[in-house]
C-alpha cells in the first residue's frame, strides 16, 4: 500500500490567500484525521471524521478553517482567508476503527503564510 | 479528561547510551499506551504498543511497560545509536473515544556519535 498520501508537500502562499490541502488515506480505513504542528503548541486534532461524518471539529481553529470527505478516499482541508499564524506542518492520518487505533500518518504539508 | 504527560526535553546522549523517556497518562477505565516517533521531516509513526496492564511492547530494541499502578508507559532503549535521534510521542486511546488518541507533547531526542 502507498500510505497516507497527502499534498502538496510544501504551500508558500500570502496572507489572505485561500490554501486548500488534501489528503488521500489508506484504502479501507474508515476513519481519518487532521492534525497541526507547530514549535509552540505542538502537535493538535483539528478535527476527526469517521466514515466520512465529521465526529469531532472542535479544533478547528476558527471558521476560516473547514474540512470535507466527500468519499471514503479523499479529505481536504482548506483556510480561508489564511493569515500568518497558521503557517505550520499539517498532517493527515488514517487507521480501521475498532482494530488497533494505530493511527497512521502521512509525510505532512508544510504550510508557509506570509 | 484523559492527558498525557512525557518528561521535558531535549535530551541530548552519547551513541550507546542508555534511553529512558518518561510518560505518565490519566485516563478513566482501561486505555490502550503507544509510542510513536518522528524524524526530522516525516510524520509520525508507531514504534510500538500496549493494550492491557503489565502488557510490554517492544521494536528495534525499544521497549516500554504497560503500569496500571503507577499509570506509566517510560520508552527504554539499552544503547542508542545516532539514527535513533528523532522526537518521541506517547499516546493513549480509550475504546469508548473511537480512534482517537490523546498525545503527550513530544520528546526531541538528540544522539550524538
Known amino acids: 500500500d502507498a ?17 486548500t490541502l488534501r489528503c ?21 486534532l483539528l478535527i476527526y471524521f469517521n466514515n466520512n461524518v465529521p465526529i469531532d471539529d472542535s ?27 497558521d503557517s505550520a506542518v499539517y498532517f493527515c492520518a ?13 509525510p505532512g504539508t508544510r504550510l508557509t503564510v506570509t | 479528561g484523559d492527558s498525557v504527560t512525557q518528561m521535558e526535553g531535549p535530551v541530548t546522549l552519547s551513541e550507546e547510551a542508555f534511553l529512558t523517556i518518561n510518560c505518565t497518562y490519566t485516563a478513566t477505565g482501561y486505555p490502550s499506551l503507544f509510542w510513536y516517533v518522528q524524524y526530522p521531516g516525516e510524520g509520525l509513526q508507531l514504534l510500538l504498543k500496549a493494550t492491557k496492564a503489565d502488557d510490554k511492547g ?25 539514527s535513533d535521534s528523532a522526537v ?3 499516546a493513549l486511546n480509550r475504546e469508548t473515544s473511537g480512534s482517537r488518541l490523546t498525545f503527550g507533547e513530544g520528546t526531541q531526542l538528540t544522539v550524538n556519535p
Request: some cysteine.
Open chain 2, 58 to 82: 517492544s521494536n528495534k530494541g525499544f521497549e516500554a511497560t504497560y503500569r496500571k499502578e503507577t499509570t506509566s508507559f517510560h520508552l527504554e532503549k539499552g544503547s542508542v545509536q545516532v
Open chain 1, 24 to 44: 488521500k488515506p489508506i484504502s479501507g480505513h474508515n476513519s481519518l484525521f487532521w492534525y497541526r504542528q507547530t514549535m509552540m503548541r505542538g502537535l493538535e
Open chain 1, 3 to 19: 500510505g497516507v498520501i497527502q499534498s502538496p508537500r510544501h504551500e508558500v502562499t500570502e496572507m489572505g490567500q485561500e490554501v
Open chain 2, 88 to 90: 518521541y510521542f506517547c
Open chain 1, 59 to 85: 479544533g478547528m481553529p476558527e471558521d476560516r478553517f473547514s474540512a470535507k470527505m466527500p468519499n471514503a478516499s479523499f479529505s481536504t482541508l482548506k483556510i480561508q482567508p489564511s493569515e500568518p499564524r
Open chain 1, 94 to 106: 488514517s487507521t480501521l476503527d475498532g482494530i488497533s487505533y494505530e493511527q497512521y500518518f502521512g
